[in-house]
Nanobody, 119 residues
Framework: QVQLVESGGGLVQAGGSLTLSCAAS???????MGWFRQAPGKEREFVAA????????NYADSVKGRFTISRDNAKNMVSLQMNSLNPEDTAVYYC?????????????WGQGTRVTVSS
């Protein structure tokens, strides 16, 4: 059974930093792993992703220059370093994984970890 388990969420002041981690189990992902988020009252949106074979990354415009995605394929993990956080980054962050190259379609999802940025 495939599981994605996120960790690292919490409460942080504006301008602060957090690192989210996602541990995958049940299979090794050689395709795309990434992060989405859903703010209160809004639809889930893409944040960042990395396609492992080419180490190719993709970021939402709203997080470019502030967030960095990384992967440790040996550990089957993906992380999201978030800097210069602002209240608009408040959301539940979800880890997602695909067995292929995609930015938008993922077969597996975590349960989410909440990030709250106070002003």
């Amino acid at each position: 059974q495939v599981q994605l388990v996120e960790s690292g969420g919490g409460l942080v002041q504006a301008g602060g930093s957090l690192t989210l981690s996602c541990a995958a189990s049940g299979r090794t992902f050689s395709g795309t792993m990434g992060w989405f988020r859903q703010a209160p009252g809004k639809e889930r949106e893409f944040v960042a992703a990395m396609w492992w074979p080419g180490r190719i990354t993709n970021y939402a415009d709203s997080v470019k220059g502030r967030f960095t995605i990384s992967r440790d394929n040996a550990k089957n993990m993906v992380s999201l370093q978030m800097n210069s956080l602002n209240p608009e980054d408040t959301a539940v962050y979800y880890c997602a994984a695909s067995t292929s190259w995609t930015w938008v379609s993922y077969e597996y999802w975590g349960q989410g970890t909440r990030v709250t940025v106070s002003s």
